[in-house]
């Protein structure tokens, strides 16, 4: 994907001065939404963003600035949405058949929906953990190896996957049986490769589908440890049902509530302290949801 | 309550019933397992009179195989070699044509090209082998005859292998399919979410996923093929050949060859009284037959058992 700088940058600007929610649906101010942009650079945006499945609207004109190298989380009940829009940033909605969007959203200032965009390059920059652990019934070596060796990558595949098992914090269990299978592994240690495998390729960012709502609380622990090391290098998007993991490991939160209404965006804290919107004082106290 | 409620029920009769529906489940169940044993009987007795008449060396070793023409010998590798030849020329046009259709029912195909193709698979399956026999004996083989340099006999292994293999790629696709579409969809968004094609997902993931699956698929279609009896009997010949050299062997292929199965029709059908070593002979060729194929069916229980992924 090749990128025009220019425009790239007068599209910040014009992020920087557009109010980032619906006015008309009066729930952030004008303040907020500044101090939101001006923390890190946006890197994922989203403009009037409907998604359909059929006849149903998942996603309704949502705007979403999501900044560099952060952790934003989605919260939201079932079916709020919040899945949805993060299956669009990396275009893995293609794969259902009645999905169909509108609206714009953009990855480093492209629309990813543009006609010249190819989904799989785009995901080769955008990795994606699942809610289930999904590793490849291959070795564990295969698996972190996948990606750089369908993109044919020129590395020394073995320190790239070293590496990696480092980062996800696997390495020291798995260090002596990389040729097991990876099924042999436990839910969580499963869910770690599957980060190791997703950032061998090197993404500029990370989704993350509830990735921890399949474990054990020390699994998930773990988990949570590790996205905040990964946020040094990388942009996470974490979707997540459980309030007080988006709340612990987060620095923006994004709540969805239903009919895939995008309420309310801010950094974490003010989300969980100082809502502006009642409904989602509501649904983090647990009023509603 | 005071009263405690009632919860009997008419036990008695209820007991008379649910063994009798035991019994008759169990009567159904073994018929199948009461027949194949009479099956295994019925060959090994005349195999082992057979056996007394003919040297086990002869047997298993003769490379000639000459029940009607005085002195008889009945060794079984010419037979053994033309249904092996057979099963191999098969192979290679199921294993691949049928591997690559459940591939792309499984990955590619829309859902309607699916519900024509997959229908059409099956009607596939359902054509009588006769049919099949007639079909390579009345066209594949002059069809490939007319082949610049290629010289087929009227009856020929080629053309039955070709249309054999033809008519075993359903059972290829269809059991293959079942297995890709067993590999979890979570697994290919895996693979997709790492910037995968669908080439990627279909060749590196879903194809080493279903394993042991589609290696079932390929025993069970040989099985099938080692059995297989009419299309050799119309379209392959009756001439039991063993090759001793290795163009022999190449040439096999082009000339007319006797399948285990095809001498077995060959020596019920001849004018050969009952009780003679060549009648017998027929059971002994028969039972090595069935060996074969169990082998082959434990095989593909093994292997499936032993590649088996567990997505849990």
Redesign the interface.
């Known amino acids: 994907m090749s990128q025009d700088t220019s425009s790239t940058e007068a599209e910040r600007e014009e992020t920087d001065q557009l109010i980032t929610t619906d006015p008309g649906r009066g729930g952030l101010s004008e303040q907020d939404n500044t101090s939101t942009v001006m923390t890190g650079d946006t890197i994922i945006q989203s403009r009037n963003l409907d998604v359909f499945y059929g006849e149903t609207q998942a996603l309704q004109s949502v705007d979403l600035d999501i900044p560099e190298n952060q952790v934003t989380a989605m919260i939201g009940p079932s079916g709020c949405g919040k899945s949805t829009f993060l299956r669009c940033i990396?275009r893995?909605n293609d794969?259902i058949d009645v999905a169909r969007m509108d609206g714009e959203l953009s990855f480093d200032g492209k629309n990813v929906y543009d006609d010249d965009v190819d989904p799989?390059?785009?995901?080769?920059r955008i990795?994606?953990v699942?809610q289930?652990p999904?590793?490849?019934?291959?070795s564990i070596y295969d698996n972190v190896a996948?990606?750089l060796r369908?993109?044919d990558r020129d590395v020394d595949m073995d320190s790239v996957v070293e590496e990696s098992l480092k980062k996800a914090a696997l390495w020291d269990e798995v260090k002596d049986r990389l040729n097991e299978s990876a099924?042999d592994l436990s839910g969580g240690q499963q869910q770690r490769l599957?980060i190791a495998?997703?950032i061998a390729?090197d993404p500029d960012v990370l989704l993350m589908d509830e990735p921890a709502s399949a474990l054990d609380p020390i699994a998930t622990s773990k988990i949570e440890d590790l996205i905040e090391e990964l946020v040094e290098d990388y942009t996470v998007v974490i979707v997540t049902h459980n309030m007080q993991q988006a709340a612990r490991i987060s620095d923006k939160t994004a709540v969805f509530l239903t009919g895939g209404e995008l309420v309310e965006f801010d950094d974490t804290g003010t989300i969980f302290e100082n809502p502006e919107s009642q409904r989602v004082e509501d649904y983090i106290t647990g009023k509603f949801g | 309550m005071s009263n405690t409620t009632d919860l009997t029920g008419d036990r008695g009769f209820q007991d008379i019933r649910e063994s009798m529906y035991t019994v008759v489940f169990f009567l159904c169940a073994a018929v199948s397992v009461i027949t194949t044993a009479g099956i295994i009987v019925a060959l090994i007795l005349p195999t082992i009179t057979f056996l007394g008449e003919v040297p086990m060396s002869e047997f298993f070793l003769g490379t000639q195989f000459s029940p009607a023409i005085q002195p008889t010998v009945f060794g079984v590798l010419p037979l053994a070699f033309g249904t092996l030849l057979i099963t191999f020329g098969a192979a290679m046009v199921a294993i691949p044509i049928g591997t690559l259709t459940a591939l792309y029912l499984s990955e590619y195909a829309s859902e309607s090209r699916r519900a024509v193709l997959k229908p059409l698979l099956e009607i596939l399956a359902g054509v009588p082998t006769v049919v099949y026999g007639y079909f390579a004996l009345v066209y594949v083989t002059p069809l490939l005859d007319a082949i610049p340099g290629l010289e087929l006999g009227t009856f020929n292994a080629l053309s039955a292998s070709l249309v054999m293999g033809i008519m075993i790629i359903p059972m290829v696709s269809s059991i293959s399919e079942d297995s890709m579409n067993a590999v979890p969809d979570s697994v290919r968004n895996a693979a997709y979410g790492l910037g995968a094609t669908k080439y990627d997902v279909s060749v590196g993931v879903v194809v080493p996923s279903a394993l042991s699956g589609i290696a079932s698929s390929f025993i069970l279609a040989l099985s099938r093929a080692i059995g297989e009896t009419m299309i050799v009997v119309v379209a392959a010949g009756q001439t039991a050949r063993f090759p001793e050299t290795t163009s022999g062997l190449l040439n096999s292929f082009f000339v007319s060859t006797q399948t285990m199965t095809s001498a077995m029709v060959q020596l019920g059908t001849s004018d050969l009284a009952g009780g003679t070593t060549a009648y017998r002979a027929l059971f002994a060729i028969g039972l090595t037959l069935f060996v074969m194929t169990l082998v082959l069916n434990l095989v593909s229980d093994a292997i499936a058992a032993r590649f088996r992924e567990d997505y849990d």
Not at chain 1, 120 to 124: D, E, F, N, W, Y
Not at chain 1, 134 to 138: G, I, V
């Open positions: 990396n893995m794969l799989v390059t785009l995901r080769r990795g994606m699942f289930h999904n590793p490849f019934p291959k996948y990606g369908i993109q099924l599957c495998r997703a390729v």
